[in-house]
């Protein structure tokens, strides 16, 4: 096997794994360049099996030899370069019209890939070949520079990978413009380019898909936390209502078996005889006193808070949260020389009820005991709530 066909070889499986690869990812990250990017590699691959896979053939395509369809595909890929580069460029990065002129590269490449059939028959769409190429050049090279004085990272990094291939352009117009021929290596030169180019701006794409991953990731967890946050409570860290609506729909590992609303007691009095601040620290003793294992605690607003509470005892479980309050914040707070007491209205819950119903009875059984005098736990001991019958907790 000849250095060619090795070349040959190892660049049409380069070429293979970069496509590929850049298909599979489209479903994940859903970036158009990768679908750019194949077809601008399909039409790179196209372009070197014309050039070295063919033997010397006067024609094969549409009266082109495998120079004539080398150039088909060369036309074509340039052509894609402008829309790839245009959707790579990182979309934070301003480019202005400069964007906009990337693609129009791509019916510049269309229009010299049919000129280089239609110069067969007339020899100036040769010349508009060779123009059209051109044109495309100055508007991928000045949308780079532009790129590149905004700073994008992935500017720089094309720059460096399509050097060797605008070198090799530039020195083969050139040779062939004052000495009218072919380059006779050129294949060679432009496989080892073509090489660079592939294996550079895939790493390049694949550091890219890490960075969107990672931004993903990160974006997804500053949402998911988000999210926690507004199930929370922020003074006293225990769940708010919709945080208690979430857990009582969403865990279905286990039903409470009852439900109490807990009010502290004339706690507008706490406020206006000391300050806020000490009415924020005595919500947050409270909500840690009703804390246990077997009970779940969500803070509805104000001084109010509920308890869903699970265990066949679950009357004596509330009772005994509610009464944990008062020490606690003695405990807690012990410049209030005011005792807090709470009242609470428990009611059991059904396998049928919903949320709301059962706070709805609740509400009947707490309305209830502040009426009775309050610092007391009353419970309705049916589900039916229109006939209330109540009995108080010991």
Request: net charge neutral.
């Amino acid at each position: 096997m000849d250095w060619v066909s090795a070349s040959f070889g190892a660049f049409m499986g380069i070429a293979i794994v970069v496509s590929v690869t850049s298909l599979a990812l489209y479903p994940f990250v859903r970036r158009d360049y990768l679908l750019w990017c194949s077809l601008r590699i399909a039409c790179f691959a196209a372009m070197t099996i014309a050039l070295i896979s063919f033997g010397p053939a006067p024609t094969l395509v549409a009266g082109l030899d495998n120079h004539g369809l080398a150039e088909v595909a060369l036309a074509l890929g340039v052509g894609c370069t402008g829309p790839f580069f245009a959707t790579y460029v990182e979309r934070h990065i301003d480019l202005g019209a400069h964007r906009r002129h990337l693609w129009y590269i791509l019916p510049l490449g269309i229009f010299a890939a049919a000129a280089t059939f239609l110069g067969k028959t007339w020899p100036i769409f040769h010349q508009l070949h060779d123009f059209a190429l051109l044109t495309a050049s100055f508007l991928l090279g000045n949308s780079l520079l532009a790129a590149i004085r905004r700073h994008s990272r992935v500017a720089k990094l094309q720059a460096i990978v399509w050097g060797p291939l605008v070198l090799l352009g530039l020195g083969a117009f050139t040779y062939e413009f004052f000495a009218r021929e072919t380059i006779s290596y050129w294949p060679r030169l432009v496989l080892a380019a073509l090489s660079f180019d592939l294996v550079i701006t895939f790493l390049g794409i694949m550091t890219g898909f890490g960075r969107i991953k990672l931004e993903r990731d990160r974006a997804l967890a500053n949402i998911e936390a988000a999210e926690q946050l507004m199930l929370i409570d922020p003074l006293t860290n225990i769940a708010n209502r919709r945080g208690l609506e979430q857990h009582f729909a969403f865990d279905t590992a286990r039903r409470p078996t009852g439900l109490a609303l807990i009010d502290c007691d004339h706690f507008k009095r706490v406020n206006d005889t000391f300050g806020h601040e000490m009415g924020d620290r005595v919500l947050v003793a409270a909500a840690q006193a009703l804390k246990s294992d077997d009970i779940f605690v969500a803070r509805l607003g104000g001084e109010e808070f509920v308890i869903l509470v699970y265990g066949d005892d679950w009357q004596n479980l509330a009772e005994q949260a509610r009464r944990r309050i008062t020490t606690a914040v003695r405990l807690a707070v012990p410049e209030m020389s005011l005792p807090v007491t709470a009242s609470a209205g428990l009611t059991a819950i059904s396998r049928t009820d919903t949320l709301s119903l059962a706070m709805n009875r609740a509400d009947k059984a707490l309305y209830a005991a502040k009426e009775a005098g309050r610092d007391r736990s009353l419970a309705i001991s049916e589900f039916q709530a229109e006939s209330l019958p109540l009995t108080q907790v010991a």
